[in-house]
């Protein structure tokens, strides 16, 4: 199959004919392969009839010329009608001139147009169809210009199948711009294969369709495979270029050299790129101020540069450019867009900071400091409140002995010059400084070094002051042993009249004196001893003391100095040892390290010399002392020392031979570690605080209270019985009643005595309440024994009559023992209850009621005392129904 069809209108005919003129008479041409092309009697105008390769007659052609007016070729070989053509005959001929302007060199291609009259045939039905699986149409590459004028439809090519030579084919077209968007652009003659365009495009929205061209007969069937057919839509430079900002602004430092960039403008182009729509160059149309050119822009890249060294910003601090780029490479009739460039220039420190005069002057008083005696203003036309504008002043000459110091003013920018060391006027009464200036940032590198700081002089004047004594220098020394004798003179402070240079007419007065050690002479300044001086007494241990020392003149004004004594050492002090007791592990430990220390100067101190002060036969035969250093001996023993704790006196005496002596308590202890030891002594020696003992005494009080209201409730039932006699051997009731009707005896000889039951049960028994005798109740308790009132303690030290079970104990935990405690509480208790049956009169009486302490209000106990009110027989029955505050006390009675 082939396609044929026209182009755009010809553009520059006139041109190409008169070109063709010259060319034809001045050159002489090759010919090439002939070209034949199948063409319809009718062509139309603008339209492409083919296609002929002109590369492989002349690759490096940049001028194609055609021999007939009617016909035009384009650079890829295409052939368009420039005009409607009726060809008369069946063939017709034109030659194309190729030629090289640069090698001159031309070519020549002819073209021969043939007419062929084909008769379409209509395929009978029952026939079959010709199919052609592995031939493939091969249409002529169409294009069509953007933004045609028409007319419409126009005419792009004709679509023929190889299949209508001997079939009646029926065409159609599908893809974007028929049956996609845009819709109907496209349509093709069903019967003709002639491919139509209905409207212009765009080649910015569309710049290729992508067409399927399908051949098939009546019936439907397919006579060819499916055809791709590409529509290229030819560009025109219909649209302007524009720059991506309206306005640019850039920045550029005054200092610059020349050819420094400014900044890149950049303008796109939306016609086909890498074409000459698309090919752009840039210009400067305009400069505002209107100042000799400074800047430049390359047509290419749009990089705008310095092209003079004039820029100042002190001059012209910003620049407006108008820049333009024109498409088709600058060409006249190319299109063009603006846009404005704004170049503010930096400020660079060109400019260097200069003083207004050349000399200065100022006066300032004697003595006085940080005051301010001048202000030194400036010029610099750098821009203001930068480090350009901003000013360093320095003092180059005459403030060798620091009296001065100059400043800046952050908002005036002057140098303030400033005293900030007393001036004295006796010993220069004028002072000459010679003063820099610079700015806070560095120098451009044009700026000569001559100029980058600029210089002045001040004079300073001192005037005189009558000033007060002078204590110079401030701190004075003398020397003192200590322990020297009270009364002791020794040179102290001595000021001066600067005036006079004098201590005549100089009054002193002692300020501070930390230990009050010194006293001082009003009148010579010299010092007395009025106590002794201790040099280990002062800290830190220096050996120096300072006193404050205040000098007055006649009149009134001071000045204050400090004296330093330095405290001479003496031996006054023996080495003492560190230790007081030391723990020694046997066998794993073999000795003990003894150091000592000595509060005086190395040389009343060590080496030490120890030994044993007792040289009793005890010590010497388990104990031993050996040197270790200076400071430090060991202490060994003997195999055949026992566990115990040592008392053992050692002698340590320094290098001038002062001495002392010390009692070293040493444990010899069984462990592994000193620390278990330690923690077995603190356990077995608790002593006891005061708050304890008075806690047990407390205790103590409570049960006496608590046994003698039971002893004397017995003798008020008993009317006024006197104690049993042989009551005095046996040991005291522990009534700490566990339920009622139960009283426990703890005796002291570890057995136990019930006559309820008659039966025994160890060391603790029970009395029922049913032991009486002639309706008196009786108490049996067995003599003898020596356990302790401690030792009847049970489980977590709670005192119960069964935790005494267990016959004859002895617990080293009890502290006194029975014989102990009743020689203690016998006689007392005898002459309580003596006294407890005697009214204030000391008359004995029966029915003597004592006053307890009140229960509360309702207390079911009611009254305990001796001489109670009840008249039961059986008065020792309120014992064996105690309410829980009574049982309460009764087991606080029992507690250690």
Request: net charge negative.
């Amino acid at each position: 199959m082939a396609a044929t069809g026209p182009q755009s209108s010809p553009r520059g005919a006139l041109c190409r004919q008169l070109l063709l003129t010259l060319l034809i008479f001045s050159l002489a041409g090759e010919a090439c392969k002939r070209v034949i092309i199948n063409v319809p009697s009718k062509l139309e105008a603008d339209k492409m009839i083919g296609r002929a390769n002109l590369k492989e007659c002349l690759g490096s052609a940049d001028l194609i010329l055609s021999s007939d007016p009617n016909f035009r070729v384009l650079d890829d070989g295409s052939v368009y009608t420039t005009s409607a053509v009726v060809l008369s005959g069946e063939k017709r001929s034109f030659t194309i001139w190729l030629l090289d302007t640069r090698k001159q060199m031309q070519k020549e291609m002819t073209v021969l147009l043939e007419h062929q009259k084909k008769v379409l045939k209509k395929r009978h039905a029952k026939e079959p169809v010709l199919r052609r699986a592995k031939r493939r149409w091969a249409p002529i590459p169409c294009s069509m210009q953007e933004n045609s004028l028409g007319p419409f439809p126009l005419l792009l090519q004709q679509v023929q199948s190889d299949a209508a030579q001997n079939y009646t084919i029926f065409y159609s077209i599908s893809g974007h711009g028929v049956d996609q968007e845009p819709l109907n652009l496209f349509y093709i003659d069903r019967n003709t294969g002639n491919l139509y365009c209905t409207q212009p495009v765009d080649r910015e929205e569309y710049d290729v369709f992508d067409l399927i061209a399908y051949a098939s007969t009546a019936d439907g069937y397919s006579a060819d495979l499916p055809l791709p057919l590409p529509i290229r839509i030819e560009d025109e430079n219909d649209n302007h270029p524009v720059f991506t900002k309206e306005i640019f602004n850039f920045e550029v430092l005054e200092s610059s050299r020349l050819g420094t960039t400014v900044g890149v403008v950049s303008a796109t182009d939306r016609d086909e790129p890498d074409t000459m729509h698309t090919r752009l160059k840039y210009s400067i149309l305009e400069q505002t101020p209107k100042s000799p050119g400074l800047f430049s822009v390359h047509p290419s890249t749009g990089v705008i540069t310095t092209v003079s060294h004039y820029l100042d910003r002190e001059v012209v601090d910003k620049y407006s450019l108008i820049m333009k780029v024109q498409d088709m490479d600058g060409q006249y009739f190319g299109l063009t867009g603006t846009s404005t460039c704004i170049v503010t220039v930096k400020d660079a420190n060109d400019n260097a900071p200069t003083f207004r005069q050349n000399a200065y002057e100022a006066s300032v008083e004697e003595n006085a400091f940080n005051v301010e005696i001048l202000r030194i203003p400036i010029d610099d036309k750098d821009l203001i409140n930068t480090a350009n504008w901003r000013a360093n002043f320095t003092i180059l000459k005459g403030n060798e002995n620091g009296h001065f110091k100059i400043s800046t003013d952050k908002t005036t920018n002057e140098g303030v010059l400033f005293v900030v060391k007393p001036l004295n006027y006796e010993e220069n009464r004028q002072v000459n400084l010679e003063i820099g200036i610079s700015n806070e940032a560095p120098f451009t590198r044009d700026i000569p070094r001559v100029t980058a700081m600029n210089r002045a002089l001040v004079t300073v004047h001192v005037r005189d002051q009558d000033e007060g004594p002078e204590c110079n220098p401030a701190a004075q020394y003398v020397r003192i042993k200590e322990n020297s004798e009270v009364g002791s003179r020794i040179n102290g402070y001595q000021a001066y009249d600067p005036e006079t240079k004098s201590s005549r007419g100089l009054r002193y007065k002692k300020l501070h004196d930390p230990k009050g050690w010194i006293s001082i002479d009003e009148t010579s300044g010299s010092i007395i001893t009025s106590r002794a001086l201790d040099r280990e007494a002062i800290t830190p241990q220096n050996g120096l003391y300072n006193i404050t020392v205040l000098a007055i003149d006649q009149d009134s004004k001071s000045c204050t100095g400090t004296l330093v004594v330095t405290i001479e050492d003496v031996n006054d002090n023996p080495p003492e040892i560190l230790q007081d007791y030391l723990t020694i592990c046997k066998p794993k430990m073999g000795y003990s390290d003894i150091l000592a220390v000595d509060p005086d100067e190395p040389e009343h101190g060590a080496p030490f010399y120890f030994s044993l002060s007792d040289t009793s036969s005890e010590v010497d035969r388990i104990w031993t002392l050996t040197r270790v250093n200076d400071t430090a001996a060991r202490l060994s023993y003997r195999k055949n020392a026992e566990f115990q704790e040592y008392s053992i006196p050692i002698t340590v005496k320094d290098r001038a031979g002062q001495s002392a002596t010390k009692t070293l308590r040493v444990n010899l202890c069984d462990c592994t570690h000193p620390s278990q030891c330690r923690a077995a002594s603190r356990s077995a020696g608790i002593i006891l605080g005061k708050w304890a003992i008075l806690a047990i005494l407390l205790g103590i009080a409570l049960l006496f209270s608590v046994l003698l209201t039971l002893v004397c409730g017995v003798f008020g039932t008993s009317k006024g019985k006197r104690f049993p006699e042989d009551l005095a051997q046996q040991n005291l009731i522990i009534s700490n009643t566990e339920a009622p009707g139960d009283d426990r005896v703890c005796s002291a000889n570890g057995f136990m005595t019930q006559t309820a039951n008659n039966s025994s049960q160890g060391f603790c028994g029970t009395m029922g309440s049913g032991m009486k005798n002639g309706g008196q109740e009786t108490i049996e308790m067995v003599k003898g024994g020596h356990q302790t009132l401690e030792s009847c303690r049970g489980v977590g030290q709670h005192h119960t009559l069964d935790s005494c079970r267990g016959g004859h104990v002895e617990t080293d935990n009890c502290r006194y023992t029975y014989s102990e405690w009743h020689n203690f509480t016998q006689p007392r208790l005898g002459e309580k209850l003596h006294l407890c049956n005697k009214n204030e009169d000391h008359i004995p009486s029966q029915d003597y009621v004592l006053t307890y302490n009140y229960e509360g209000k309702g207390s079911p106990a009611g009254s305990v005392g001796c001489c109670s009110e009840k008249q039961e027989e059986d008065g020792l029955d309120f014992l064996n129904n105690l309410e829980p505050k009574f049982i309460t006390l009764a087991e606080a009675c029992t507690k250690r």
